[in-house]
C-alpha cells in the first residue's frame, strides 16, 4: 500500500505542475536587430542566439540557442571533442576584451545524429545540453527552427553569423566581434551541378553569391544561417563545409534545419523549440537548372489542390461572451490594425479584406501621403514583445466624401498571410444589429495599457436612438474612448461570425475632455447623455465596394471549424488527445484520493 501511495504523489505532481510551452511564441525575435541589409560587424545583441563554443577559453565552432536549455551545432565539432572542458559562451560579442553581457554554461550531454555521416557531411547536426538554463533577455534569445513544410527557394535572403576566419587561412582581426554576412540561398540542383552530382544531399541546404566573395569560413561551423518572416527571424541552416570559402560558383553547404523537426523534437522532450514555416514566395527558379547527369525535376511540383476562399469575421481565439475591459492576450481580436505614421501609432483600423484596412477620414489630411503610413496587423502591445505582428506598407489612401463623417480605405503593398492573430472582420452591407445585443469596441491610446500599452477591449450593447434614430444610425450605450482609438470598430457577432458595425471617431472640438460622454465621440454631434451614436457602415457601401471591391462572406455554421487559415506555429496549442488525458487524470486523482482516506 505504502508503495501505491508514493505512485500516486509522484503521479499527482506530475499532473498539477503546468507543462513547458512551446518556444514558438518568444523565438526569433531580436529587440536589438535593425537588419535590413548589409553590414560586416554584427551589432551587439542584433543576434542574441549566436553561441561561442570554447575549449580553454579558444573559440572553435559557433551554435544556435534554441530554447533555454539546448544549443543547435554541427555533428563535425565533437568528432574528437566530449562534454569535459566544453563551455558555451552566450550573448558574447567578442572574442577578446570586455563583454559585459555574456553568460557561460558547460555542457551536459552531447547528442550527435545518429546517422551524421563524416565522410559525405550528411545529417551534420548535434545538440548540446546545457548543465543549466539560461534567463532571456536582450542579449540571449532563442531562434525559431524552420518546420518541415518549409521552402527556402532560390535567391531567399539570408543571414550567417560567427567568429571564424573572414578568408580562406585569414583569422578574425582583433578584437574578434562577432561577424555578419547577407547571402541568398542557392538551390540543391544548381548546388549539385557546382558540387558535382550527388554530393549535395536532401538534408543540405546551400548559400552565397555566383560570383563568389560573401560565405562562411572555418571558425563558423555550427552556427546559424537564418531568414526573417514578417517580424521573426527562422533558422534554415547549420554552418557545415564548402571548398575554400567564398570561391566563385561554389557556394557554403549547410545542414537543412527543416529536414530535423522530428529528430530534434524526439531529444527535447519538454518546453521544445519554436519550430515556424517559412514559406518562400513566387516559383522555384531552381527547377529549370540541369546540368549532366542531375535528374530531370519533378513534373508536378506540389499537388493541386482548390484553394478555400478567405472568410471573414472569424476570431479562432476569441471567446468573448461577457466583461472585459482590457485585452489578456493576443489574437481576440484579430483584425485590429495599429496605422502608424513615422513609427508612432496614430490611429486604429481594422483588416476588411486581403488587402484593405478601413479606418476614420479624420485620421488624415485631405490630400494624405500614402508613403508616410505603415499597417501593423497582429499587435497586441504598442510597446514590448508582438510575436505574431506584421508590418506592411501602404500603397493608397481613399476617403469617402459623404456629407458628415467619413471613412478611408488604406491600400496594402502586400497581401498579409492570415493566421490565427491576423483575420478580416466582416463588413455591415444592411445587418440588422438588433437592441441589446451586444457589442465591443477596442482600440490603442498611450493612456491605458499599461506601459506596454495594450490593447483596450470595451463591452457595450446596442440601445434604442430615441430622437436620433436614423437608418443611418447605430446607437450604444456609452464607454470611454481616446485619440487613439479613433477609426477602430463597433463590432458584434452575428450567426457565429463578427461583423463591423461602425468606425470609431473621437471628436476634437468637445468642450470637456474629461467628460467620458463629451470625450468619447461618436460620429455625430447629437449623442444623448446616455447614448453614443454611430454611422452605420453600411452608409458607406458603395464606396466601400468601389475601395474595397466584393465584400468577403461569413463562413457557414458546417464550415466554421475548417476556415482557410495558416497557422505557422507547428507547435503552438493543445495536442489533439488532450481531452484524453484530462479524463486520465481525473481518473488517477480519485484512485490517489480513495487509497488515502
Known amino acids: 500500500m505504502a508503495l501505491y501511495k508514493v505512485t500516486c504523489v509522484a503521479a499527482l505532481l506530475m499532473i498539477l505542475i503546468p ?27 542584433a543576434w542574441p542566439w549566436q553561441v561561442s563554443l570554447q575549449i580553454g577559453g579558444s573559440h572553435f565552432c559557433g551554435g544556435s540557442l534554441i530554447n533555454n536549455q539546448w544549443v543547435l551545432s554541427a555533428a563535425h565539432c565533437f568528432q574528437s571533442i566530449g562534454t569535459s572542458g566544453l563551455v558555451v559562451s552566450l550573448g558574447r560579442q567578442s572574442q577578446e576584451g570586455s563583454n559585459p553581457n555574456a553568460v557561460s554554461r558547460t555542457v551536459a550531454q552531447i547528442i550527435n545524429h545518429p ?12 545538440l548540446l545540453r546545457l548543465s543549466s538554463p539560461v534567463t532571456f533577455n ?30 580562406f587561412g585569414v583569422p578574425l582581426p582583433s578584437p574578434q566581434n562577432l561577424m555578419e554576412v547577407e547571402v541568398p540561398a542557392v538551390g540543391n540542383r544548381q548546388c549539385n551541378c557546382d558540387y558535382g552530382v550527388g554530393r549535395i544531399t536532401d538534408n543540405m541546404i546551400c548559400a552565397g553569391l555566383r560570383e563568389g566573395g560573401r560565405d562562411s569560413c572555418q571558425g563558423d561551423s555550427g552556427g546559424p544561417m537564418v531568414s526573417k518572416q514578417n517580424s521573426r527571424w527562422i533558422q534554415s541552416g547549420v554552418v557545415s563545409f564548402g571548398r575554400g570559402c567564398a570561391l566563385p560558383n561554389f557556394p557554403g553547404v549547410y545542414a537543412r534545419v527543416s529536414r530535423y523537426q522530428t529528430w530534434i523534437n524526439s531529444q527535447i522532450s519538454t518546453n521544445q523549440p519554436g519550430f515556424l514555416t517559412f514559406r518562400s514566395t513566387g516559383t522555384d527558379g531552381d527547377l529549370s537548372v540541369t546540368c549532366a547527369g542531375l535528374p530531370a525535376p519533378p513534373t508536378t511540383i506540389a499537388p493541386t489542390t482548390t484553394a478555400r476562399p478567405v472568410v471573414c469575421g472569424q476570431a479562432p481565439r476569441n471567446t468573448r461572451i461577457l466583461g472585459g475591459s482590457s485585452v489578456a492576450s493576443a489574437g481576440i481580436w484579430p483584425w485590429m490594425a495599429s496605422l502608424q505614421k513615422n513609427g508612432s501609432h496614430m490611429c486604429g483600423g481594422t483588416l476588411v ?21 505603415t499597417v501593423v496587423l497582429g499587435r497586441l502591445n504598442q510597446n514590448g514583445s508582438n510575436p505574431f505582428e506584421v508590418t506592411l506598407n501602404v500603397t493608397n ?21 492570415l493566421t490565427d492573430y491576423i483575420q478580416p472582420i466582416c463588413l455591415d452591407n444592411g445587418q440588422t444589429f438588433a437592441v441589446g445585443s451586444t457589442c465591443w469596441a477596442a482600440g490603442w491610446s498611450s493612456g491605458r495599457g499599461g506601459e506596454e500599452q495594450a490593447l483596450q477591449e470595451f463591452q457595450t450593447s446596442v440601445v434604442n436612438c430615441g430622437n436620433t434614430s436614423s437608418s443611418d444610425s447605430i446607437c450604444t450605450g456609452t464607454f470611454t474612448l481616446e485619440q487613439g482609438d479613433s477609426g477602430g470598430p463597433i463590432m ?12 470609431l471617431a473621437v471628436q ?7 467628460s ?20 452605420k457602415l453600411s452608409t458607406y457601401q458603395v464606396f466601400l465596394a468601389r475601395t474595397v471591391g466584393a465584400f468577403l462572406s461569413p463562413t457557414s455554421n458546417s464550415t466554421a471549424n475548417s476556415t482557410a487559415t495558416t497557422v505557422v506555429a507547428t507547435t503552438a496549442g493543445a495536442p489533439a488527445h488532450s481531452t484524453f488525458f484530462f479524463f486520465f487524470h481525473l481518473l488517477v486523482f480519485f484512485v490517489c484520493v480513495h487509497l488515502f482516506l
Open 353 to 373: 479584406s486581403v488587402d484593405s484596412v478601413l479606418s476614420n477620414a479624420d485620421c488624415f489630411p485631405s490630400s494624405p501621403v500614402a508613403s508616410e503610413w
Open 19 to 45: 507543462e513547458s510551452h512551446s518556444q514558438a511564441d518568444v523565438c526569433g525575435q531580436p529587440p536589438l536587430n535593425p537588419r535590413i541589409v548589409g553590414g560586416q560587424v554584427a551589432p551587439a545583441g
Open 516 to 535: 467620458s460622454t463629451n470625450s468619447t465621440s461618436s460620429t455625430r454631434s447629437d449623442t444623448r447623455e446616455d447614448v453614443m451614436v454611430f454611422t
Open 397 to 417: 489612401i481613399t476617403l469617402s466624401n459623404l456629407t458628415g463623417s467619413n471613412v478611408a480605405v488604406l491600400l496594402l503593398s502586400a497581401q498579409p498571410i
Open 138 to 167: 536582450n542579449f540571449i534569445r532563442p531562434v525559431c527552427l524552420a518546420a518541415s513544410d518549409s521552402t527556402f527557394f532560390n535567391g531567399t535572403d539570408s543571414w550567417v553569423t560567427g567568429w571564424g576566419t573572414i578568408g
Open 115 to 126: 546517422n551524421y555521416n563524416p565522410s559525405t557531411s550528411d545529417n551534420d547536426i548535434s
Open 492 to 503: 458584434c457577432q452575428l450567426g457565429g461570425s463578427w461583423f463591423q458595425a461602425a468606425v
Open 508 to 514: 476634437n472640438n468637445s468642450s470637456s475632455t474629461n
